[in-house]
């Protein structure tokens, strides 16, 4: 079995740098498809997400590779448009492939993505999106098919907000014909960088950071080098972390900026920081505080991503919280697992209501990837061992959660 054990209630005092996005890494290494040329990528996590992207996009005739934590992607030629279906069934953020792939081949066959388990998550507002920029799809043997004449320019209004949509749309019409605006779009970060890199490698992309993208096709991309950035999700997690413990904590280069929605619930929990010269200094001792209501937004409210790890903190708090999952409707799937832990969770509808406590350490078992972070920040506040099977979700999303724990000051390790 491999898992992670976890010994409770040691209170952190360490430092930790953040490892590199993996929610910045994919969209942009599928974006390395459109460059008839060579990408390198500096900082990409070495995540089990990105090498299952790597792989996908060598099945695709790109060639790929590491030097350290730089990841090369030569495109000049690609031998298909198809997603091999058994890798693309395994991520769901393989979706990003389908507008650049139309946009480098004007061919795209899709497996119906898969990934974590969090509700239906369709892919109507994707497909909406990319026939608005003249694209066309049927769908066959549980397979998706896309094609377009060109891509050209078009307007496209989200009815509802979808970081993946956006990244699609952004990344079929950055190579198309005329002039895209793209209203209601993903204010995420992680669009953002998208937008970045594509400008670095010569997209004409702007309104970044705003809801309407305005994005003027350029007839091909150049080589370049980006970094991909800190990962404010695993830097969350690492947040919660030090308040778990009642701890103290360093962070290394994580992105402050974007995580302002976390630090004001950090803080709201008694949870103090400080942040200079690139350093954010966590001082946890009194990060005890329940939180009477904090809900999940898109950016820049409080990341879905975060949610499940921040209910184990109020797992361990003293006193009433309550929690509302605005963006997934299925995201409270830990809670069953935090409950032999200990914790009095009640969920109704979208709303988890906590009784903070004491948790005590025993075996549960993550089912997917930030519910699986969450049991881990949940045996480091709870008493005596803790077990967490399958470890494998944890490394989708966490170059080595044990390491960096470790250099925490936890006591964790893979077993
Ligand atoms: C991305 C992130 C994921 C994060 C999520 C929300 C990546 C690889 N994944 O996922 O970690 O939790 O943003 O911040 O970046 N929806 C539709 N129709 C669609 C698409 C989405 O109804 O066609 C709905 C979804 O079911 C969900 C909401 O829109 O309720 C937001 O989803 P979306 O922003 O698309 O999330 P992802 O891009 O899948």
């Known amino acids: 079995m491999k898992g992670i054990r976890i010994t409770g ?32 990528l500096k900082a990409c996590p070495r995540i089990t997400d990105v090498f299952l992207m790597e792989k996908i996009l060598r099945g695709l005739g790109a060639g790929t590779r590491w030097q350290g934590d730089s990841l090369e992607i030569s495109a000049c030629q690609i031998s298909g ?9 395994k991520m769901r953020s393989s979706i990003v492939l389908l507008g650049s792939l139309l ?17 239906a998550r369709p892919i109507d507002l994707h497909l909406r999106a990319l026939e608005a920029l003249g694209a066309e799809f049927a769908e066959q ?15 496209i209004l989200f009815p509802k907000s979808s970081v993946g949509a956006t990244e699609n ?10 002039t895209s605006v793209i209203r209601g779009c993903s204010r995420e970060p992680e669009v953002g960088w998208l937008c970045r890199f594509l400008n670095q490698a010569g997209g004409r992309i702007s309104g970044i950071g705003t809801s309407c993208l305005v994005i003027q096709g350029v007839p091909k991309l150049h080589d370049t080098v980006f970094t991909i950035p800190p990962d404010r999700i695993a830097a969350g997690t690492y947040v919660c972390a030090s308040a778990v413990t009642r701890g103290k904590g360093i962070l290394i280069e994580p992105p402050v900026k974007e995580m302002k929605a976390l630090l004001r619930a950090y803080e709201k929990i008694g949870g103090q920081y400080v942040y200079n010269s690139g350093k954010l200094f966590l001082c946890s001792q009194k990060a005890s505080r329940p939180i009477q209501w904090l809900e999940t937004q898109i950016y820049p409210g409080f990341p879905t991503d975060l949610q499940s790890i921040f209910l184990a903190v109020l797992a361990c708090a003293e006193g009433d919280s309550r929690i509302k999952e605005c963006i997934f409707e299925d995201r409270f799937k830990v809670v069953p697992q935090l409950r032999r832990m200990g914790a009095h969770i009640e969920v109704e509808e979208q709303t988890a209501r906590v009784r903070g406590g004491t948790l005590r350490g025993t075996r549960v078992k993550a089912e997917e990837l930030r519910g699986g972070a969450a049991l881990v920040i949940a045996g480091l506040g709870a008493q005596g061992e803790t077990y967490v099977e399958n470890r494998e979700f944890m490394e989708r999303g966490y170059e080595d959660i044990c390491r960096d724990l470790n250099c925490l000051g936890a006591r964790v390790r893979k077993d």
């Open 169 to 178: 749309a952004v990344l079929a019409a950055v190579c198309g014909e005329g």
């Open 103 to 119: 946009g480098r081949c004007k061919e795209a066959v899709l497996p119906f993505p898969g990934g974590c388990v969090i509700g």
């Open 81 to 89: 448009c198809q997603v091999e279906r058994e890798l693309g069934e």
């Open 141 to 155: 043997d549980g397979r998706l098919y896309g094609r377009t004449g060109k891509m050209k320019g078009g307007t």
């Open 9 to 40: 209630q040691i209170p952190l005092d360490g430092e930790v740098r953040i490892q590199g996005s993996k929610n910045a890494a994919l969209p942009v290494m599928a974006a390395a498809l459109l460059n008839r040329g060579t990408t390198v």
